[in-house]
């Protein structure tokens, strides 16, 4: 079977499956049979049935041992000790073929899906019956030496029981699950389930399948099933088709006629006919909904994730397309995109603007000498040192193009500014990387500083000209130094 094993049956289950399979006799006895002792339905399979899907065959050996003593003590007040023995051993064989056809199968044993269902019908109204009819009929002919025609035993006992197993596996099945979810009722939905009860009232209560000239057979309750299908799922549905079920096999073994006046084996087919056409259609369009339904989960699930990884990626994207590839810092594009925020914010509210240009000193001898792994090497190391060192909120440190960086800060005035870059240039200083092709010997740098407040209207490349004009100042000035 093809989900994880649960856990063994403990002791109260011991308890309860034989006092239920024993209650499902008795109740099959009162309802299902009628005064010339022919079977509508036959129940108690369906409970050893129920619990070998539940708990994955184990303990399969006691639960039948136990669910057959049960058989037996249930059957003697109808049979003999010996036909009771016999008849309980055909009823477990019969469980047992199902169990065995539903696992070579594969088949779910919570029937969720409607192969799955359809996979339970095939093994146990079809086949499973079918064998125990077969085996049931000898038995019956050959102890009890009745009149009736083999055939016809076969197909009583084979009719009786599939219905049974159809009634009533999905039943104990769906209440062995956890409780779904309620739907919450409206006044619509009270209506229609007050109709539909006032109908089976109506239908249950006439005789002869009529109320005057109206006919009100049970095929009337099939629109009902239906609704419990789309409104309330599997659980409700199979209780309600069990329900209507018993309904008409107790009507009908108490001479009311459902389906009009006709002989009583008609009477009885047409009940059976009815009540597999109640099952097939009112279970198993359930399960379809729900089967639906959850690959409706599934796929908003999928998309959830997906929509998820594609925000993701498009974050990271976003990211890599704000991010220099070689420093890891911001790029170009990014310091583009902030300081025309600024600017325009700064504009509204008066605040000063600072901007420090920073460009490496001979970086080009640099990379002649050292090469370009190590001109790289250089340039993230500047850029680490950088952002160690200006962690302000506001402060927007990008690689602005080859060996130039840029600051955008705030400063409270000119002075403050240059003490800003001042600071950095001395910190590239202190780092004393070794520069052959430098006069000074270490890797060093010319900063430019400018300090403007914006006007509405005003183009941003009025602080870049006034960055990059003191930056061009310290560099005529011999370079390593910061100008303003």
Known sequence: MNFAVPERPRGLVYALLPLLHFASVKLTFLCAVTPENEVVVWLPNAVLLAALLHFRGQRGVVMAALTFCSDVTANLGAFSWQEAVLLSGVNLAEVFVTYSLMRRAQTSPRLERIQDFGKFIVAGPLAGALMAGLMGAAVLKVMQGTATPYLTLVRLWWFGDGLGLLIYTPLLLAFTQPAPTMPRLHRLDIAILLLSLGLAVVVFTSRGGQIG?????P??????TLFLAVRFGLRWTALGVALISLLLAWVLSHGHQPFGAVDIHLEIVRAQEFIFT???????FAIVLAQLTAHERELEHKVRERTQALESSNTRLATLSATDGLTGIANRR???????????????SGQALTLVMLDVDFFKAYNDHYGHLAGDDCLRRIAALLSAQFRRTGDVLARYGGEEFVLLTSAHDAADAWLIAETARQ????????????????VTASLGVAMHVPVVGESVDVLLRRADQALYQAKAQGRNRTSQ
């Open 213 to 217: 000239e109206v006919s009100v057979t």
């Open 219 to 224: 095929t009337l309750l099939l629109p009902s």
């Open 278 to 284: 109640l099952c097939t259609i009112g279970i198993g």
């Open 334 to 348: 990014r310091f583009d995109e902030v300081l025309a925020g600024e600017w325009r914010r700064a504009a509204r």
């Open 427 to 442: 910190s590239l200083q202190t780092m004393a990387l070794p520069h052959a092709m430098s006069p000074f010997g270490t």
